[in-house]
């Protein structure tokens, strides 16, 4: 039963243990207060005080029994400030009752009781609950003090007589160890919290050097890499820089013009020809006649596997340009194959010198003109 109702008082809603432990303090202060008050209440039928006003004083510190039934199952479903504000008003409603039954002149020790809900608000609430627990507190010493002085009979009935110093030494005894067993505890939460604090500060610390650390490695590690990275982009752009070149190179040689003579230059083609390589064909050629003595270009085209409309349109383009530099541009090699698809396509032919093989070409210093089969007689 005794593990049970431990495991009970134990079961707090609260993640943070700061805030655990002031909720289990809390619930347990709310707890005494209510065991306390029902006995409490029945000592004041002893009390050498008329029926009525025994039975009265009883009827108020029972109307704080249910504050602090409310306090506690707030407190237990995790709302932990109204638990503390309805266990400050709670307290306050029984120390206010004590004090109307004691008075003011007579018996200052009640008002040593208004501390213990101060103390609470000021240690485990907000600014806000402080002050409006010392507004109740001052409200009802006020209105006692009010009551006493207006010769009320029901305040300060219980006052103590002269002489009694046991009973205001013993009543002063009792609030001021109760007051000191709770700030006690208070504090020794708020003194742990604070240790916890540090220890998870200091925690922090070193979890931040490391991580400072780890920064700093991987921060080495990234620049490391970067320069790897750009490494590697220099040699790449270098390697694309030579690898461009090289292609100018491949270009110009898949293109070779070649001097045979003084005034001739051939020009062998090999491979298919597309618009890259004709616009090649057409620099090198126009290009190397400018610079030379050359006045004939002979393209031996017995390397072409395919003329297209296209590669002919090209070929006459070449033509038509060394002509206007003062060359003339012949064509050798032109297979039955080549013939056919020229014809096909429509290529006019009859202004380009054609020979059937290199050697013609070189041997004859007179070309002759293109014309049709169908023309020859």
């Keep these: 039963m005794l593990n049970a109702v431990?495991?009970?008082?134990?079961?707090?809603?609260?993640?943070?243990?700061?805030?655990?432990?002031?909720a289990s303090l809390l619930q347990t202060m709310l707890i005494v207060v209510a065991v306390l008050s029902l006995p409490s209440s029945f000592v004041t039928l002893l009390?050498?005080?008329?029926?009525?006003?025994?039975?009265?004083?009883?009827?108020?510190?029972w109307t704080s029994l249910p504050l602090n039934i409310a306090g506690i199952a707030l407190v237990r479903r995790g709302r932990f400030e109204s638990g503390l504000a309805i266990g400050c008003f709670g307290l306050i409603l029984v120390t206010g009752t004590l004090l109307l039954t004691t008075?003011?002149?007579?018996?200052?020790?009640?008002?040593?009781?208004?501390?213990?809900?101060?103390v609470l608000a000021g240690l485990m609430g907000t600014g806000r609950l402080v002050i409006w627990t010392i507004v109740l507190s001052s409200i009802s010493v006020a209105v006692t003090i009010a009551l006493e002085e207006a010769g009320v009979p029901?305040?300060?009935?219980?006052?103590?007589?002269?002489?009694?110093?046991?009973?205001d030494l013993g009543g002063f005894i009792v609030l001021t160890t109760i007051l000191g067993i709770f700030t006690t505890a208070f504090?020794?939460?708020?003194?742990?919290?604070?240790?916890?604090?540090?220890?998870?500060?200091?925690?922090?610390?070193e979890l931040q050097a490391t991580l400072e650390t780890r920064i700093a490695g991987r921060t080495a590690e990234l620049q490391s890499a970067l320069a790897e990275v750009k490494e590697r982009a220099a040699t790449q752009e270098r390697l694309l820089e030579e690898n461009r070149q090289q292609r100018t190179i491949i270009q110009g040689l898949s293109v070779p013009v070649l001097p045979v003579s003084i005034d001739t230059l051939i020009v062998p083609l090999v491979g298919a020809l597309d618009s890259?390589?004709?616009?090649?064909?057409?620099?090198q050629a126009l290009h190397t006649l400018e610079r030379s003595m050359a006045r004939r270009l002979i393209l031996d085209i017995s390397g072409v596997p395919v003329v297209d409309q296209q590669v002919a349109q090209g070929l006459i383009d070449v033509v038509r340009q060394t002509r206007l530099l003062g060359a003339e541009t012949v064509l050798v090699g032109v297979r039955p194959e080549v013939a056919q698809a020229l014809v096909s396509i429509g290529v006019d032919?009859?202004?380009?010198?054609?020979?059937?093989?290199?050697?013609?070409?070189?041997?004859?210093?007179?070309?002759?003109?293109?014309?049709?089969?169908?023309?020859?007689?």
């Design 276 to 283: 890259e390589r004709l616009h090649i064909l057409q620099d």
């Design 6 to 22: 431990t495991r009970w008082l134990r079961t707090l809603p609260y993640a943070d243990p700061t805030t655990y432990r002031q």
């Design 47 to 61: 009390a050498p005080v008329p029926l009525t006003v025994a039975l009265i004083v009883m009827g108020i510190i």
């Design 187 to 205: 504090g020794r939460t708020l003194r742990t919290a604070l240790q916890e604090a540090r220890e998870r500060n200091q925690r922090l610390e």
């Design 103 to 118: 008075g003011v002149r007579t018996s200052g020790s009640s008002l040593l009781t208004f501390a213990l809900p101060i």
């Design 154 to 167: 029901f305040v300060g009935i219980a006052a103590s007589r002269a002489g009694n110093i046991g009973g």
């Design 349 to 377: 032919l009859r202004q380009v010198h054609t020979y059937r093989d290199l050697e013609a070409a070189l041997h004859d210093e007179r070309p002759r003109t293109y014309t049709p089969r169908s023309d020859r007689r």
